[in-house]
């Protein structure tokens, strides 16, 4: 992992780019769209031929819409037809065996094999993508792509293809077909790619050493070393996903492209509603156009609306992982969403924002328990050991240890708020800091090259996704 992304940084990015720039416009699309499918080959040479599998059937079905517009019962059935294949291919790899194994725990007799199957990357996130496109096209609010290597373009997109943001045909298909790109765009792109690289390795990667250092101390953590690991987790997934997802930007950046913001500072949320506006915010947009509105909304009375805030949660979950752990973290936020659309919103509302504050982080961090322990046995040990079932203090070692790390937890605290943010918008403009700008990316881009290059640990916690 470490090794490949030195590969990445340093020879198949720059690679890239430059024959990028160096082909004609017209043929920018078909460059970008060989470097994608060798971007996907590299880690899974054989998986790169379901994704072409993907992008045809998207795409003929995306033309027989067209072509059936009038004939509204021919364009319904080639729509449901599409989405029953595209969910078809992305539950068998990602749920054939979980369904496998659950039905043999509640129906032990029937001994179905379980059905063991790589899980291609990022394939929960391009399946989406193609799903908005034909749905977009059936709804006629987005014009059919007869250009199959633009539409292939979009679907393998190798800046945002393994971790989001999930991107929208109807956001990207005029920057598809015409996109200027600019010296501008390119240098704020290399900076936003550089801000998400920092928040990666030198955040989310700390923040993963003293998680996995609490678990390790076991009982030794105590009630506070528990806590205190459990948020460094919190901190983890956030640089790790965000970090992931300014880096897409960035890069989307650098080729012309401009993709939806999927992150705004979601832990100085008051709420656990503004959470959800605030966290991977292109998977919101993307159940609320596709699933939460189709089914009604919130225009069928409040009855109907809690039913369906329920099953988007379910699906939510579901399709972060095929573990009932993720099921459960989806119901848990669903409960506490319907419970605050009921009443707790207005409640709320009247008390000093410190109250939703704490509130909102309290029940944020305890569904990170949920999303992280897929053994049921293990999540029960781990919350009952947050209540103080094996003492209240961590041992020596783990006390030493969560000491030397509170200056990178502080750290990681203040980077998850936008104070960083609003004080480099009100320097950035005046002249004598624009060379301390560009010091900070140079020093940025070695500090997160020497952590590559002296530690193997850079998990990618989004894989699975």
């Excluded at 656990?272 to 919101?284: A, D, K």
Aim: aromatic share 16%; hydrophobic share 50%; glycine share 8%.
């Amino acid at each position: 992992m470490v090794f490949s992304s030195l590969i990445f940084l340093f020879l198949f990015l720059p690679v890239v780019l430059a024959v990028y720039y160096l082909t004609p416009r017209r043929f920018r699309n078909l460059a970008l769209f060989i470097a994608d499918l060798v971007f996907y080959a590299w880690g899974e040479p054989m998986l790169v031929i379901l994704m072409l599998v993907s992008i045809i059937i998207n795409y003929i079905a995306g033309i027989l819409i067209g072509i059936n517009r009038e004939k509204k019962k021919v364009a319904k059935a080639i729509i449901i037809l599409d989405v029953i294949v595209n969910l078809g291919l992305l539950g068998f790899f990602k749920y054939a065996g979980f369904i496998g194994e659950t039905l043999n725990f509640v129906l032990p007799f029937l001994n179905i094999p379980v059905i063991q199957v790589a899980l291609p990357i990022g394939i929960s996130f391009y399946t989406f993508q193609t799903m908005s496109y034909t749905i977009d096209v059936y709804r006629n609010t987005v014009k059919v792509q007869k250009n199959i290597i633009t539409f292939g373009t979009y679907v393998s997109l190798f800046p945002q293809l393994i971790a989001g943001p999930i991107v929208r045909y109807e956001d990207v298909a005029q920057q598809l077909v015409d996109r200027r790109e600019s010296l501008a765009q390119f240098t704020d792109g290399v900076k936003i790619f550089l801000v998400g690289m920092s928040k990666k390795i030198l955040l989310a990667n700390v923040m993963g050493n003293l998680w996995d250092t609490v678990r390790a101390a076991g009982t030794g953590a105590g009630a506070l070393g528990a806590w205190v690991g459990i948020i460094a987790y919190t901190f983890q997934i956030y640089f790790d996903f965000s970090g992931y997802s300014d880096m897409a930007i960035g890069l989307g950046k650098m080729f012309g492209f401009e993709f939806v913001k999927n992150f705004d500072y979601p832990y100085i949320s008051k709420t656990i509603t503004e959470f959800w506006r605030r966290w991977h915010i292109s998977l919101g947009t993307w159940f609320r156009e596709y699933v939460y509105i189709p089914l009604g909304g919130n225009r069928k009375g409040l009855g109907r609306q809690i039913i369906n805030i329920g099953v988007v949660w379910f699906l939510t979950g579901l399709w972060h992982g095929a573990s009932w752990n993720f099921i459960l973290w989806g119901l848990y936020f669903g409960l506490i969403l319907m419970i605050e659309k009921i009443f707790l919103l207005k409640l709320l509302k009247k008390l000093p924002d410190a109250v939703g504050h704490i509130y909102s982080l309290i029940l944020i961090v305890l569904g990170w328990v949920l999303f992280y322990f897929e053994d049921m046995g293990e999540l029960g040990v781990f919350v009952c050991r947050l209540f103080g079932s094996d003492g209240f203090l961590p041992d020596a070692k783990l006390s030493s240890d969560i000491i030397s790390f509170i200056p990178l937890l502080v750290a990681a605290g203040v980077a998850s708020t936008p104070l960083v943010s609003k004080l480099y918008r009100r320097i950035k403009s005046k002249p004598v800091l624009y060379a301390l700008d560009n010091a900070g990316c140079i020093l940025a881009l070695l500090l997160c090259t020497a952590e590559l290059v002296s530690s193997d640990y850079n998990p990618f916690l989004y894989f699975k996704f």
